[in-house]
């Protein structure tokens, strides 16, 4: 397999900010209601900082797409989205665009609290979304969500990018068909050194909010608290309140892949950890272990902020599947195929990416109105090992998960982190 570069916390923030300095010509066609084939798909989008901007570029840059609005609670992003996209509307409260008649479909990418609101408002205008991962802040939101699309019959395709990548298809349908043989262990892991990924957050004392910013907006339904900036912008991840850590930022994706190849099979989940290495602000650990008990099977999960040497390959995440016949190694630069009979001559097979063919994906189902690679509640299913992975953590040991019920009997405390107090006005709309 060819070694490329890991993805960093550097090269992701510097995609964020080239997004935002591309500019692009907009078409001024109309477009309202389903598209026709031959239509341009009108887009909005909800927050336009870190992911958001690079889904506006990419977005932006389809034949088929006119952007139309852009809702931001920062004024400085505002500014620079319409430095570059003079023809869109900006407005800091997202309403605004759900209102517009021209818009088909929103891209929703503020932070993670603010993922289930405007998907499901936007469900109710009448818009298909594309919604950042993971797809809500805990599991009921997830299920709410998925009530929201099928009630009002829109198309919403959670960014679980590897669904539509074409080696990691074609490794899942390898297991889904048995080629492997029997699996018994799976490991899946991120491990990052002390320069990436949100490494040293540091102790900051409370400020006022920056210009332009609607802080109350951005905390949303969040519990009301003074800014601080290390809870701001790509650090949220790292608090409760807005997120869970790296373990829901990056290590959804890993754990959906094995919900697509295995099965939503997950039966217990054990999660120990800590902050180890970092004596800074965050909530969320810096290093932990997950051990998920499945059917027939043992899945293993890890997370290092404080090492990034990597258990195979040079790369700071991936997946081994160990089966009876083969193993699979895979990760977004392509996969390795492992004969049990032959191990010195692996299979390798490239990545032919998976982010444009995801957006491809969602933009012609908005036409066709079939249901997208990774949606709704293929995402909601696959968001569920990594927020079980959270509860395990703060409930300090064990959990048992009821699948079927979608609950974790006789445990008042972890189940009352299966939601969350929404601070009002801000609560999940009636469905």
């Known amino acids: 397999m060819n070694e490329l570069s890991p993805i960093t916390r550097r090269s992701f923030i510097k995609s964020a900010g080239s997004a935002l300095a591309a500019g692009a010509t907009l078409s001024a066609l109309p477009s309202f209601g389903k598209p026709g084939a031959n239509d341009k798909i009108s887009l909005g989008f909800i927050g336009v900082g870190g992911r958001g901007a690079y889904h506006l570029k990419e977005f932006s840059e389809m034949d088929d797409v006119r952007v139309v609005a852009v809702a931001d609670v920062a004024q400085d992003k505002l500014d620079r989205i319409r430095a570059a996209f003079p023809a869109v509307q900006t407005f800091k409260d997202f309403r605004r665009v759900l209102e517009l008649k021209d818009v088909d479909a929103v891209v929703v990418a503020p932070p993670d609290h603010w993922h289930a609101i405007p998907t499901m408002l936007a469900c109710q205008a009448g818009k298909d979304v594309y919604v950042e991962k993971p797809l809500g802040h805990n599991i009921r939101e997830g299920r709410a969500m998925i009530k929201a699309a099928r009630k009002y019959n829109r198309r919403s395709e959670e960014r679980r990018v590897h669904r539509s990548g074409p080696h990691w298809i074609e490794a899942v349908d390898m297991i889904k068909s048995g080629q492997l043989g029997k699996i018994s262990l ?212 064990r959990i048992i998960w009821d699948g079927e019920h979608e609950t974790i009997p006789d445990n008042p405390q972890a189940e009352a982190l299966l939601g969350r107090t929404y601070r009002e006005p801000w609560v999940l709309p009636e469905v």
């Open 186 to 397: 799976i490991r899946a892991w991120n491990c990052w050194d002390l320069k990436n990924m949100g490494a040293d957050l540091g102790n900051p004392p409370d400020s006022d909010p920056p210009p332009g910013l609607d802080y109350d907006m951005w905390l949303g339904p969040a519990p009301k608290r003074p800014f601080n900036p290390r809870r701001y912008d790509f650090y949220f991840y790292f608090f409760w309140d807005y997120s869970g850590g790296m373990i829901s930022a990056w290590g959804v994706h890993l754990l959906d892949v094995i919900t697509w190849a295995m099965g939503p099979t997950v039966k217990s989940v054990t999660t120990i950890g800590g902050r180890f290495i970092l004596n800074d602000m965050r909530e969320t650990p810096d290093t932990t272990g997950l051990l998920y008990e499945c059917p027939n099977y043992v899945l293993t999960y890890e997370v290092r902020h404080g090492n990034g040497n990597p258990p195979w390959g040079g790369f700071d995440h991936g997946i081994e599947f160990y089966g009876t016949d083969a193993s699979i190694w895979i990760n977004r630069n392509g996969y390795t195929l492992f004969p049990e009979n032959d191990r010195a001559h692996p299979k390798q097979v490239p990545s032919q990416g998976m982010d444009l063919q995801h957006k491809r994906n969602f933009l012609d189902c908005v036409r066709s109105r079939r249901r997208p690679n990774a949606d709704v509640e293929l995402g909601h299913l696959g968001t569920i090992p990594s927020h079980l992975g959270n509860i395990a953590y703060r409930c300090g040991g």
